[in-house]
DNA sequence: ATCAGCATGTAAGGCGTTACATGATTCA
DNA sequence: TGAATCATGTAACGCCTTACATGCTGAT
């Protein structure tokens, strides 16, 4: 596995679970995943080719019955150690990029009207992510007893958590710029 | 200013409100805008040149007086421009790398523990977080009626409620996994 | 007929980190 | 004397995104 190429292990995580082509990854990271990670097809693909060349993964098959052909990936023995050296590693990197944050922080040269804003639109955001999340939990609430669905189901609490958090600011700090 | 470099408005943002040196840069970026934006030496120093040859910064002047050289950069009218014209567009890209969730998520493979050590390793790093950013808010409570401060009071109020809310969550997702 | 979705991949280029190189000053 | 801090910068390298290339299938 290259050293600090996070993609490798979504892609081990996800094919842990089920074998998936390459596509098929791409939209299991657009889905409940997006609101902590994301990963494009120009890394998935290459990183798919590297990761079967170390053997972390294989080809289970090649459809070419109709039109384009289509590789569903397996994740192989060591693939799966590799996995779960990563789980056991105590180190994580947290790496986040608040542009909203750095507005904030900047905006003092700015009229403070401009401050409020960009805060309104990032509750806008919030808020539209916050019902997706929502969603997510009602169907996997459904499903909890079932393995891993837990995990999931963790992940999305995660974010309804702090994404209350976050519009429970953006009041706050719009009642603060208007007031003082 | 290059298209995506968004070190380029950290720094801008820095000198519109005092002329500081790349270094100096680099310590301010170490200090509470760490808790949402990151910033090396390797990028600073040749962003500075590369605005510098756009006109966005200039050389204040250069105290070779004992050892070193030291350039200190002052914001241009153009620099500040290009700070206005950020500050007010509308878009902004709040881009979230947790490897903590990573593991959360794909967790399901090995025993619980591990997951719940993983939270606990986490919960550790907020609360000394939580902890340095509650000193700023104690400081920066002192001098709210200065302009500017309130800007900076309301990035490290974001930061406590989104800490306390991981803080709360970890309770809840450690309780779960313990008990179902 | 045309557009969206399925499906795999490459190429160019940007951004950023880490490590290195250099050297003075200050403090224990 | 040696370590930490001040101070600027380069080089190598890696990761990732965007755009492009290709072409089928199914629905409107």
Redesign the pocket.
């Known amino acids: 596995m290259?050293?600090?190429?996070?993609?490798?292990v979504v892609i081990l995580g996800l094919l842990a679970h089920e074998n998936l082509?390459?596509?098929?990854?791409?939209?299991q990271i657009d889905g409940a995943i997006s609101f902590f990670w994301?990963?494009?097809?120009?890394?998935?693909?290459?990183?798919?080719?590297d990761m079967e060349k170390q053997g972390l993964v294989k080809r289970k098959k090649?459809?070419t019955a109709?039109?384009?052909?289509?590789?569903?990936?397996q994740i192989t023995k060591k693939g799966k150690d590799t996995l779960k050296v990563w789980l056991n590693e105590e180190k994580a990197t947290n790496d986040l990029?608040y542009e909203t944050l750095l507005k904030l922080y900047f905006g003092g040269t700015e009229d403070r009207s401009v401050t409020v804003h960009n805060i309104e639109i990032f509750e806008e955001q919030v808020r539209g992510n916050l019902e997706v999340l929502k969603l997510y939990k009602e169907n996997l609430e459904r499903v909890l007893d079932q393995e891993d669905h837990i995990h999931y189901y963790l992940t999305v609490t995660f974010g309804i958590e702090t994404y209350e958090a976050y519009l429970r600011w953006c009041s706050k700090a719009k009642k603060i710029l208007k007031e003082k």
Do not use: C, H, M, W
């Open positions: 290259a050293k600090d190429r996070k993609i490798d082509t390459g596509y098929d990854i791409k939209k994301k990963g494009s097809f120009g890394s998935i693909y290459p990183a798919l080719n090649t459809d109709g039109g384009r052909e289509k590789i569903v990936y990029k």
